[in-house]
């Protein structure tokens, strides 16, 4: 019994109120996909433009070479690659959450899976522009595609710009797959209540699901497979982009520990990424009662957790180089704390390690206008370490002839900045086209912690509030 | 069945070898060089000779300072002198260091694997190719490669660099590149190639002397020798045997200590084929 | 050998852009390639010249005019245009190598800038014309050319003879006056060969024989067999450095205009402490033993134990050379100490120069210039011919160059670019590129072997309406009555006559192995150095006034004295010491950085008496601290689009300060002032970096450790 006890609600204690009518969660679902208000109209113009202006900017690249972009005989690569990479970091939020989570039975993630799935396949497709964007002879792109041409030339194989092609093709697929696949459900409520031009589109893509027993049985088992699929994948296709680093023999690319250290930078900013995208879509669609403060803390809790992994990957390279003899690597690492580029590296420091531990307060992780914010600069964090990562080896490496410090111009910034908005199209047409939140699944989840009862969470509620738990109501109003 | 596993073995057993001859093929010839830089005078004739030659395009000054320049063998001119001291440290008495540096079209070149197109490959010369036409311009090649002597055409220089009638003297036996491609010193191949075809019609054997590079054949000072290394009467496989170089290994063991040979960067295995010898200066 | 019918011109004829259209294998065919925009011509060759095989190179071999060396090429010809020059191996000078500029020859034959048709005032007028008009105004005319031989100096001198003997000015900035004048006062002969490669140690003072004096390419070449086993040791007295500096064992910096002194301190040590004779000149005897080391520290800046090193580096390493252009009284202290060490003989030896000595060299000074300059303000000078020089851009402005021209009543350019000098031309011819033209040329530092090098066009004429040199001096000298012109059509028929005279044989089967070689040989004169005797030498004190700097106008292979400014390969070609492109820069010392302010990039003001230039910093310690060095090549005011960039510092440079003896303009030792202006902008170089960051790039060994007889390669 502590004498400075908080008075404690449901809903800071429960992760979803069991008490939440099916219709309910219909209504609230379907009603997010009609009547945008102004507001959402803004925003789409405003993520049109900002892809409009990528486009702009890939003309003016592509009339007048790539030398537009500032890039020179040293930096051949800058932006294009680290937001390449950044996009696909971002994607790896939805695989974690669906599928991971779903191996573990996490059912908290039942909510706010969907759209990180669709966060997931919406970053593949923005990521898969950069790859094409910063080739010097873009309308070749399609040479890294193994066809039977008749010259009978395939690809490189040795490659790991192939590796990355197969890999985000095949992460792809599974992703749009998956989030298809597990939408099925969804679209056929969908379908069973709108009309128009919309109940054609559901009654197409929901496959005649009809919600019977067999059709359950079958489902889940697919749903299964395709998480137990996807995940290695996930895992291998961020390694794999790490290989377009690790493989090369530059100083502070040739790192072993890259492969993790991207996956685990990946989950990273795919979490921020989530926490921020959640923040959003609650305040605007009044989602409340399904992404839940407990819901939210148990995110943060993931990311803080990712975060000290990424926190603990970068530092082992870093003291890898610092009691290595590889001198050349060692300049480098010299160079990205003391040199041009330092103020980049520390920001990089500072958001990535130090502000997760922000994380470690319930004020911080219950507030959502400071978890919004927090969740940005972890992202700004992650961005600058990917530029860390391509930039400060380019404007070093072995021969001090390529010793060169290069910032890069306006086009480059133009298609980074009209990436997001490339993503905001599509992530806006999505929330308004298809349910933003798994209705079956909460439905589940409603049902399970209704029939559940955890003991700790009960002891919680009577020790705190005097309340009798769940159990003890149940009894008395006899069954719900 | 069999035979693919057979393949395997035999494949690996090559490449095994191969490492250890320099290489995993059989080479018909292995093109190489060694520039003395003793008799170098770092008068940029080889450079010049090389944008007349190669169809270099000139940038001129802002794409100069941007980086975005094309001189596939450069000069580099250093200052310091770390081994040979210098008794004055507010002058430079001991002179000036120049390096001819061009592509090393290294045996275990660290640019070819990493294209994602396969535009750049190891020739039966053991040259470094690139392929302009198949490359579609990642630059990861440009990346990987340590001595930075890979360049990129950031733009069509050709309608600056050779205005009508300069285009009158572009060299007709290579392309002129277009933007978005990789080039870099190819050894002169359109002068070996010639060689070849000449000596195929003279019904003989390529000999040493009939291929001269651009920057060889005007180096004033002949510092620069080219030529087969597989030819053992080649003059460049003398002086490699002289300074007692290997190739397949950067632990070079020479038995006399005043051998003035090396190669820049070998002790990252990438197996350049440039051999350099050492400046001297007496002090 | 009247009427030559020209038969190789046939197959010269060219299709031109046809088969570089159609040879251009690659990614795109870009349509400029072609004459017309988007228009791609394929030319068969149903019924080529015998000579002509698409696709197989053909060479023919000339003679490089790029530099006043004359240096033999051959040119390669596909399909009638020619691509790249290369040495020719044949001529003894340069066998078979030549320099940066001359391969960017074919930049300035190909250039879209070249002038097309004769110009009278500016405006576009006739061949007819224009000689015409020539023929009428430039009676007695004077001749102001650059250097130059062959039968174009014959010819030079027969229009001069008919017309009463008016001067032929030679003019190049670039030059070996100094030494000249001190070899012929010393050993008789004002261009001894010099034997570099048999050498076993060289100093150099002020002496940038690797990169602009005399013949470089030749002494590249010497150079290399110099460097082989044995290796001889190579080192510089000079205030900046120069490419032969940079490649010098033992670098030694002099206060500007202090060469002669400190060579003198080398002669004292040698005297001294190694008791070499110098029983037979006493006057020389007197001023070593006069110049101590310590005289020599005040005076240049130059420690005693840099003198001992010199000179035991010269004791122990014999036959030596010293080689001196700093200054007159420099360079005859370096013949004295040649003759002590007993060089001459071994590694200086007498010239032989070709008996027919109408062809050889005029050599070329500042002089010339500056005395044209007075005599045509002077109004002496009616009327001039120039050709082969810009005296506009090359004059210092305190000169007036541009006055003295008004003075002058009819001017005559004949040129291949419009210049500085050309625009205020009252005619100007438009001179075929040197690729294109016949011509001979007698090197300067030819050997023992007598050749007269051929110069024949590589192609046919890329603008119709330009001739060559030859032809328009042929043109000229008949307009103006010279005999015995009449009956050459051509300067091709004229060469034939005079070369055929020359090597005394009738041509016909000897003609083609002429032309095939590019050269022709001829007799020489033998000649003995003299018998010696007493040599005084002198050296003036560096006038150093404080607060300023000595400015040195260093020439660099490459822009030469400003004619290449046009070239993009050349301005594209990084410097050899600095690596800066496209632009001047001032070198100085990083103490006098500091001194005065300054930092990387800034631009500074520099300031002399006759006026003032501003450009960028470069900061490196390969200079004196008093000194300040500004290359010469850029600074144009009307050399077309590829010589907008840099400064001038010819035009600070002061006529009556120069050399006290040749009063070559090079080197006066002006006094600048200098200060910062406040912009700063990065110098544009291949490298910024100086330093090898402790990376194996270009790596060295001491001589301790190196066998000098190993050989090495």
């Avoid at chain 3, 001749?143 to 174009?152: D, I, K, N, Y």
Wanted: hydrophobic residues 40%; proline residues 4%.
């Amino acid at each position: 019994m502590s004498e400075n006890h908080q008075h404690l609600t449901n809903e800071q204690v429960k992760d979803i109120d069991e008490n939440i009518a099916w219709a309910k969660i219909n209504n609230d679902v379907l009603n997010s996909m009609k009547n945008p208000r102004k507001g959402y109209w803004v925003a789409l113009v405003l993520s049109a433009l900002l892809f409009g202006v990528m486009i702009y900017a890939e003309v003016y690249q592509y009339r007048n070479g790539m030398g537009e972009t500032l890039l020179n005989t040293s930096h051949m690569w800058d932006l294009y690659i680290s937001s390449f990479v950044f996009w696909i970091g971002m994607s790896h939020s939805g695989t974690l959450l669906s599928a991971i989570l779903h191996l573990v039975h996490a059912d908290w993630r039942k909510p706010i899976y969907r759209f990180a799935e669709a966060m997931t396949t919406f970053s593949l497709l923005t990521a898969g522009l950069f790859p094409v964007i910063h080739l010097g002879r873009v309308w070749n792109f399609y040479w890294v595609m193994p066809y039977m041409s008749d010259r009978g030339i395939w690809p490189n194989f040795r490659s790991p710009l192939i590796w990355d092609a197969f890999a985000i093709t095949s992460y792809l697929t599974s992703s749009v797959l998956f989030l298809y696949i597990g939408m099925i459900p969804d679209l056929a409520i969908c379908r069973d209540n709108t009309t128009g031009w919309r109940k054609t589109l559901y009654t197409f893509l929901s496959l005649g699901w009809r919600g019977d027993d067999r059709q359950w049985r079958h489902f889940r088992f697919t749903y299964l497979m395709i998480a137990c699929f996807l995940i290695p994948l996930a895992v291998s296709v961020h390694s794999i982009v790490s290989m377009d680093f690790a493989m090369a023999i530059m100083p502070g690319w040739h790192v072993t520990t890259f492969p993790p250290y991207f996956v685990a930078g990946a989950l990273y900013s795919g979490c921020a990424a989530i926490i921020t995208l959640f923040v959003l879509l609650r305040y605007f669609f009044k989602f409340e009662e399904y992404m839940t403060m407990p819901i939210l803390d148990k995110v943060c809790k993931l990311t803080f957790v990712i975060a000290m992994v990424w926190t603990y990957l970068n530092l082992i390279e870093f003291s890898a180089v610092w009691y290595g003899h590889d001198i050349p690597s060692k300049e480098v690492l010299i160079a990205k704390a003391t040199g041009p580029y330092s103020i980049f590296f520390w920001g990089m420091m500072f958001f990535g390690s130090v502000l997760p531990f922000s994380l470690l307060s319930k004020a911080v992780r219950r507030n959502m206008k400071i978890m919004f914010f927090i969740s940005i600069f972890l992202n700004v964090g992650m961005f600058l370490e990917r530029w860390m990562i391509v930039t400060p080896t380019l404007s070093m490496g072995y021969h001090p002839q390529g010793f060169n410090v290069m910032w890069p111009g306006w086009v480059e910034w133009a298609m980074v900045g009209g990436s997001f908005g490339w993503f905001g199209l599509l992530f806006l047409v999505f929330v308004k086209v298809f349910p933003c939140v798994s209705m079956y699944e909460v439905k589940e989840m409603v049902y399970h912690r209704k029939r559940t009862t955890y003991a700790d969470v009960d002891e919680m509620m009577e020790l705190h509030s005097g309340v009798p738990g769940p159990e003890a109501q149940t009894q008395q109003s006899g069954g719900a | 069945m069999p035979s693919l596993l057979g393949n395997v073995f035999k494949g690996w057993s090559d490449y095994s070898k191969g490492i250890e001859q320099g290489g995993n093929q059989k080479y018909e010839h292995m093109f190489s060089m060694s520039i003395d830089l003793d008799k170098c005078t770092g008068c940029n004739a080889c450079s010049t000779a090389c944008y007349a030659e190669n169809n270099l395009a000139w940038v001129g000054e802002y794409k100069f300072a941007s980086r975005q320049s094309m001189h596939w063998m450069r000069i580099e001119r250093y200052f310091d002198e770390p081994d040979v001291g210098s008794s004055d440290p507010e002058s430079l008495d001991r002179g000036a260091s120049f390096l001819p540096m061009m592509c090393q079209q290294c045996n275990a070149a660290p640019c070819e694997p990493v294209c994602p197109v396969a535009a750049t490959y190891h020739t039966v010369d053991a040259l470094n190719a690139q392929v302009y036409n198949r490359c579609i311009g990642s630059r990861y090649c440009a990346n990987n490669c340590p001595f930075r002597v890979r360049y990129f055409n950031f733009y069509d220089n050709a309608p600056t660099a050779w205005p009508a009638p300069m285009d009158q003297g572009l060299n007709p036996d290579l392309s002129v590149r277009s933007k978005g491609v990789m080039e870099k010193c190819t050894f002169c191949i359109q002068r070996i190639r010639g060689a070849n075809e000449t000596a195929k019609r003279e019904g003989r054997e390529l000999k040493d002397g009939d291929i001269v590079t651009a920057c060889q054949q005007t180096c004033p000072t002949s510092a620069i020798v080219f030529g087969d290394l597989l030819d053992k009467t080649s003059e460049i496989s003398k002086i490699w045997k002289r300074q007692q170089v290997k190739l397949g290994t950067y632990k070079q063991e020479k038995e006399n200590k005043d051998l003035r040979g090396y190669r820049i960067f070998e002790e990252l295995n990438i197996e350049p084929k440039v051999l350099y010898l050492e400046r001297v200066r007496e002090v | 050998m009247s009427k030559t019918k020209i038969d190789r011109r046939n197959f010269l004829k060219v299709l031109g852009l046809g088969s570089a259209g159609a040879a251009l294998a690659g990614c795109d065919m870009p349509s400029y390639v072609t004459s017309d925009e988007g228009k791609e011509n394929i030319y068969s060759y149903l019924a080529p010249e015998e000579y002509v095989i698409p696709g197989i190179g053909v060479w023919y071999a000339s003679t490089c005019q790029q530099c006043p060396a004359s240096c033999g090429v051959h040119g390669r010809v596909r399909e009638g245009r020619v691509l790249k020059l290369e040495g020719n191996p044949d001529a003894s000078v340069n066998k078979g190598k030549i320099c940066q500029m001359g391969q960017a020859a074919i930049q300035g034959h190909f250039h879209p800038e070249r002038i097309e048709n004769p110009l009278i005032n500016g405006q576009k007028a006739t061949w007819d014309e224009a000689l015409a008009l020539v023929a009428k105004k430039s009676g007695g005319a004077a001749w102001l050319t650059g250097a130059m031989s062959g039968h174009q100096r014959v010819l030079i001198d027969a229009h001069r003879t008919a017309g009463g003997n008016a001067r032929h000015y030679a003019v190049e900035v670039v030059n070996a006056r100094p030494w000249e004048d001190a070899s012929l006062a010393t050993l008789g002969d004002a261009n001894p060969n010099l034997h570099i490669d048999k050498a076993r140690a060289v100093l150099a003072v002020g002496a940038d024989f690797l990169g602009t004096w005399g013949n470089p390419v030749k002494s590249m070449r010497d150079y290399g067999n110099f460097r082989s086993a044995p290796r001889g040791v190579l080192m510089s007295i000079e205030p900046a450095m120069s490419m032969t500096g940079a490649n010098s064992d033992i670098w030694v910096t002099a206060r500007p205009g202090s060469e002669a002194a400190v060579l003198m301190g080398v002669g004292h040590i040698l005297t001294t402490k190694h008791g070499v004779s110098v029983a037979d000149m006493p006057s020389a005897a007197l001023a070593f033993a006069d110049m101590t080391p310590t005289k020599v520290l005040g005076l240049s800046d130059v420690k005693e134990e840099q003198l001992a090193k010199i000179a035991d580096t010269l004791m122990a390493n014999s036959p030596s050379l010293i080689l001196a252009n700093a200054n007159h009284d420099t360079a005859k202290v370096a013949q004295v100490l040649n003759m002590m060490l007993g060089n001459v003989g071994q590694t200086l030896t007498p010239s032989a120069a070709i008996t027919a000595e109408a062809l050889l060299p005029v050599t070329g000074s500042s002089k010339d210039l500056v005395e044209f300059a007075m005599d045509a303000k002077a109004g002496k000078i009616s009327s001039v011919f120039i050709s082969g020089t810009n005296p506009v851009f090359l004059a210092p402005s305190k000169l007036d160059m541009a006055g003295a021209l008004a003075k002058v009543g009819f001017k005559v350019a004949i040129a291949d670019f419009h210049d500085e000098t050309t625009t205020a031309c009252d005619v100007v011819l438009p001179a075929s590129s040197a690729l294109e033209a016949w011509g001979t040329h007698v090197p300067v530092d030819g050997s023992d072997a007598g050749e007269v090098y051929i110069q024949q066009p590589l192609m046919e004429n890329v603008h119709a309406n330009t001739r060559g040199l030859g032809d328009i001096l042929l043109a000229v000298a008949k307009g103006a009555g010279v005999d015995g012109l009449a009956e050459f059509e051509d300067y091709y028929g004229y060469l034939r006559t005079a070369v055929s005279a020359l090597i005394g044989s009738d041509l016909e089967g000897d003609w083609n192995s002429i032309l095939q070689k590019g050269k022709a040989v001829t007799a020489v004169n033998h000649s003995n150095f003299n018998a010696g005797g007493d040599v005084a030498l002198g050296f003036s004190e560096p006038a150093a006034k404080a607060g300023t700097l000595t400015l040195i106008t260093s020439a660099r292979q490459g822009l030469f004295d400003g004619r290449h400014a046009n070239l993009p390969w050349l301005q594209e070609a990084p410097d050899q010491i600095s690596k800066a492109v496209w632009d001047s820069w001032a070198e100085i010392h990083p103490k006098t950085a500091a001194k005065i302010g300054a930092k990387d990039g800034d631009y500074i003001t520099i300031t002399s008496a006759n006026g003032s230039i501003t450009t960028r910093v470069f900061i490196y310690k390969g200079i004196h601290q008093d000194a300040i060095s500004v290359p010469m090549g850029r600074g144009h005011t009307n050399y077309g689009l590829y010589a907008k960039n840099g400064v001038n510092p010819l035009s600070l440079l002061d006529a009556s300060s120069g050399d006290r003896q040749t009063t070559e303009l090079l080197n006066s030792g002006v006094s600048v002032t200098v200060k910062p202006t406040g912009d700063n902008r990065h110098l544009v170089r291949l490298m910024d970096v100086d330093s090898q960051h402790g990376r194996k790039l270009a790596a060295t060994i001491t001589a301790d450790q190196f066998d000098r007889n190993q050989g090495g390669a």
